[in-house]
């Protein structure tokens, strides 16, 4: 759902939302996280219809970029399920918007460098059921930066000048998971001595676990 030259690298992936958030993660437009679905997709359903939920991060997500990784312990983001019949798509995924995931508590593996993770603009994950169920989320241009401070002072910029689509897996449960694996994400590195400005990408890794904020006792279900 936070890096530099070394710290830097690793904000590259976190912008993988994270949100990041999760990414989690964490989205960009709806009609881009769309547009990532298979040609022929088939049908989706979100449940239940029309509840809110809250992805909070379970352990720690991971932004990594050459040697640098930046770890961050807190990521959260929330949104709704569309209402009827908006959570059902016969041939493909659905869609729903999303907060800007948030990241704090993070560290970076530079001694003597710290890093904060910012997230702006139009997040949404798109659902899509299959085997495994995929869930997409697209950073939107300049939407998660890194930057750090101390012995090197670098800002990472992910999705530098196009939404960037990433996907993780669902998994349906009490409560429901999304994962992500070193999801790949385009960066931009700027900044003096030890600052990773070669670096094009980062990966993100962070497991999520989403909740029904409308009604506790239910759970967020994707199924065909």
Same mark, same amino acid.
Request: some cysteine.
């Given at each position: 759902?936070?890096?530099?030259?070394?710290?830097?690298?690793?904000?590259?992936?976190?912008?993988?939302?994270?949100?990041?958030?999760?990414?989690?993660?964490?989205?960009?437009?709806?009609?881009?996280?769309?547009?990532?679905?298979?040609?022929?997709?088939?049908?989706?359903?979100?449940?239940?219809?029309?509840?809110?939920?809250?992805?909070?991060?379970?352990?720690?997500?991971?932004?990594?970029?050459?040697?640098?990784?930046?770890?961050?312990?807190?990521?959260?983001?929330?949104?709704?399920?569309?209402?009827?019949?908006?959570?059902? #798509? =016969?041939?493909? %995924? +659905?869609?729903?918007?999303?907060?800007?995931?948030?990241? @704090? $508590?993070? !560290? *970076? /593996?530079?001694?003597?460098?710290?890093?904060?993770?910012?997230?702006?603009?139009?997040?949404?994950?798109?659902?899509?059921?299959?085997?495994?169920?995929?869930?997409?989320?697209?950073?939107?241009?300049?939407?998660?930066?890194?930057?750090?401070?101390?012995?090197?002072?670098?800002?990472?910029?992910?999705?530098?000048?196009?939404?960037?689509?990433?996907?993780?897996?669902?998994?349906?449960?009490?409560?429901?998971?999304?994962?992500?694996? #070193? =999801?790949?994400? %385009? +960066?931009?590195?700027?900044?003096?001595?030890?600052?990773? @400005? $070669?670096? !094009? *990408? /980062?990966?993100?890794?962070?497991?999520?676990?989403?909740?029904?904020?409308?009604?506790?006792?239910?759970?967020?279900?994707?199924?065909?």
């Amino acid at each position: 759902m936070a890096t530099l030259s070394t710290p830097t690298r690793k904000a590259l992936s976190l912008g993988t939302g994270l949100a990041a958030a999760g990414a989690l993660v964490f989205a960009g437009a709806t009609a881009t996280a769309a547009q990532a679905a298979p040609a022929l997709a088939g049908s989706t359903t979100v449940t239940p219809a029309g509840h809110g939920f809250k992805a909070s991060l379970s352990g720690k997500a991971t932004l990594k970029a050459g040697s640098v990784t930046v770890t961050c312990s807190v990521s959260t983001s929330s949104g709704t399920v569309p209402a009827a019949p908006g959570n059902h #798509n =016969a041939a493909g %995924p +659905v869609v729903s918007a999303i907060t800007p995931p948030t990241f @704090t $508590s993070c !560290t *970076t /593996s530079m001694p003597g460098v710290s890093a904060t993770v910012t997230t702006s603009g139009s997040w949404a994950v798109s659902m899509q059921h299959g085997s495994p169920v995929v869930a997409s989320f697209t950073v939107p241009v300049g939407g998660l930066v890194v930057k750090t401070s101390g012995l090197a002072s670098c800002t990472v910029t992910a999705a530098p000048t196009a939404p960037a689509p990433t996907s993780g897996t669902w998994s349906n449960g009490a409560p429901s998971s999304l994962a992500f694996g #070193n =999801a790949q994400v %385009p +960066v931009k590195v700027v900044g003096g001595f030890g600052c990773p @400005t $070669s670096a !094009t *990408t /980062s990966s993100f890794s962070a497991t999520y676990l989403v909740t029904d904020t409308t009604d506790p006792a239910q759970q967020i279900t994707v199924t065909g």
